[in-house]
């Protein structure tokens, strides 16, 4: 069963100002949250419940999971040193 994948405006906004290679790669690790929502290296963000991570080189994709719609929701994409002041 396929997740549907929803990106926030914002993170939107973040993906398309990122490197093109960074970009095309976290693109692929996006879609491949439909397949396999929780990937192996994926961790949740402590102070956030329901919120994970994944890694892509330095910079992270930060996204809820609604197991009971199969809906991922990404919400911000960003440089590892910035990504968490990002979210408040």
Do not use: F, N
Not at 45 to 59: A, E, Q, S
Not at 67 to 86: A, P, S, T, W
């Amino acid at each position: 069963m396929l997740y549907q994948i929803v990106i926030t405006h914002p993170a939107r906004k973040q993906l398309h100002k990122l490197p093109a290679m960074i970009c095309e790669r976290t693109t692929l690790a996006i879609d491949g949250l439909a397949v396999e929502p929780r990937p192996h290296g994926v961790e949740s963000v402590k102070g956030l419940p329901g919120t994970y991570r994944i890694r892509v080189g330095d910079y992270r994709i930060i996204y809820s999971i609604q197991d009971g719609k199969l809906l991922i929701l990404v919400v911000c994409i960003g440089h590892r040193r910035d990504v968490y002041r990002q979210l408040g």
